[in-house]
T-cell receptor
């Protein structure tokens, strides 16, 4: 089955600086890669996703890049703000008919004011 | 749109009792729902995939007789933890995926914190 690794497990960034979280996956058939943000005690919220036919996607301060050959994808947050502090999970999913998500282990991001 | 409601948010029960958790998609039809378990400061571990009108598909190591899943309609799936024991204490989260080809996005419920005494 799919295996997703995520690094780093914790990340502290000065407010205004950028944060980068990286994930690798094992199944070359995976073609959908979402990122979820989970604040303490709350539900995971989808913040951005990318499909395998695209190399990069951006939504305001958040961007995701995908390298299919190397089987890794990254989340980039620019101009970080205190409200960006949360746990971020990457995930990978297979093609239609196998949409179950395999999650990474999570990154606890702390923005230092 | 795409709201998933999960109840109860918290339940405390005695060892040996059964607990039912409901997951509802409020504004869309969910042909597939997923049940996860999350331990403190850890990732979401998929327990089972629930398809409307058919038996759930359980992940390896998850006891199907322990964690009963019913997906009787396109907007409701239930997880029943039978004969709960302290080791079943955890945070259980459901998610729902709208039907249709290419609909990969999963929308999550707010979770249920189960404490078994």
């Amino acid at each position: 089955g799919e295996n997703v690794e995520q690094h780093p497990s914790t990340l502290s960034v000065q407010e205004g600086d950028s944060a980068v979280i990286k994930c690798t996956y094992s199944d070359s058939a995976s073609n959908y890669f979402p990122w979820y943000k989970q604040e303490l005690g709350k539900r995971p919220q989808l913040i951005i996703d990318i499909r395998s036919n695209v190399g990069e996607k951006k939504d305001q301060r958040i961007a995701v890049t995908l390298n299919k050959t190397a089987k890794h994808f990254s989340l980039h947050i620019t101009e970080t703000q205190p409200e960006d502090s949360a746990v971020y999970f990457c995930a990978a999913s297979g093609p239609f008919g196998n949409e179950k998500l395999t999650f990474g282990t999570g990154t606890r991001l702390t923005i230092i004011p | 749109g795409a709201v998933v409601s999960q109840h109860p948010s918290r339940v405390i029960c005695k060892s040996g009792t059964s607990v039912k958790i409901e997951c509802r998609s409020l504004d869309f039809q969910a042909t597939t729902m997923f049940w996860y378990r999350q331990f403190p400061k850890q990732s979401l571990m998929l327990m089972a995939t629930s398809n409307e009108g058919s038996k759930a598909t359980y992940e390896q190591g998850v006891e199907k007789d322990k964690f009963l899943i019913n997906h009787a309609s396109l907007t409701l799936s239930t997880l029943t933890v039978t004969s709960a024991h302290p080791e079943d204490s955890s945070f259980y989260i459901c998610s729902a995926r709208p039907g249709g080809r290419g609909g990969h996005i999963q929308y999550f419920g707010a979770g249920t914190r189960l404490s078994v005494l």
